[in-house]
């Protein structure tokens, strides 16, 4: 019995790869010119709105050295008010964490261990370089933050070989444009609602040089497109007992032209 499902999955397999075979002959060598107009109409509605909220629930690979995948996952809350304030909640299986930029200093806060570290910020910056000056400066990176960038298709795009429309699906009852696209590094897939609200509703990025492939998987829910936001929730107020703890720079934030951009 094992043995026949055994050759029976293996022929599925076989159908399988040839279908995709079949396929890889048409696959685009370029990006086709419906993929990038779906992704521009989500980037250009992301970056149209002021203040919103949204849901996430992320997972990622962790590839050990024997070569076995643990897969973590976590919830996340983001709120974004522009031109420079959000705040991001994460709580996970290894991460509980809270992530503030009030348009003057970044702000990392772990629940758990009830420690906080501020960076100040001296030069005025959107989000988008408070995004960058977090990533670069103290390696902080927020899940699926190219999404959240005033132009999310540059970001998107920047290291982008070819791009497809793989077809029209189905997420959470919503009607999604499913994308797929390849880049020198990673490859990787959105879904994004149909209508007047192109909103994100699925990110999948893949590690093509890494052993094991492991994927970074984000969906979206509970989207707020008009949220009315005070801007205490970006402001970040010690919990008792907290401790302040300095954050460990990659590189020297003082020296000329790390300190952000105008």
């Known amino acids: 019995m094992i043995r026949r499902t055994s050759l029976g999955f293996l022929a599925i397999l076989v159908s399988l790869s040839i279908t995709n075979a079949a396929r890889s002959a048409d696959e685009p060598s370029a990006i086709e010119p419906e993929a990038a107009q ?9 970056g149209s709105l002021k203040q919103f909220t949204f849901r ?20 996340v809350e983001i709120a974004i008010q522009r031109p420079n304030r959000f705040r991001v909640n994460r709580k ?19 629940k758990v261990v009830n420690y906080y570290a501020n960076m100040n910020v001296s030069k005025t910056v959107d989000i988008n370089a408070a995004l960058d000056l977090a990533k670069e400066e103290v390696g902080v990176i927020l899940p699926a933050s190219d999404l959240v960038y005033q132009d999310a298709y540059q970001a998107l795009m920047e290291d982008v070989e070819s791009g497809m429309v793989v077809g029209a699906s189905t997420l ?11 880049g020198s590094e990673v490859d990787w897939q959105i879904w994004i609602e149909k209508g007047d609200k192109p909103l994100p509703r699925k990110y999948l990025i893949t ?7 492991p994927q970074f998987t984000a969906v979206f829910s509970n989207w707020e497109t008009s949220a009315k936001l005070d801007d205490a929730l970006f402001q970040f107020s010690p919990p008792p007992e907290a401790k302040e703890i300095g954050f460990i720079p990659l590189r020297d ?3 000329p032209g790390t300190g952000g951009t105008q």
């Open 172 to 182: 959470d009852g919503v009607e999604v444009h499913h994308l797929a696209f390849r």
């Open 207 to 213: 590690s093509k040089w890494i052993a094991g492939a």
């Open 38 to 46: 779906v992704l521009r109409q989500m980037s250009d509605y992301l």
């Open 56 to 75: 996430a629930e992320a997972t990622i690979d962790r590839v050990m050295r024997s070569g076995q995948q643990l897969q973590s996952g976590a919830s």
């Open 253 to 255: 934030v003082s020296a």
């Open 92 to 110: 996970g299986d290894i991460v509980d964490q809270e992530f503030y930029f009030d348009g003057k200093t970044l702000t990392l806060y772990g």
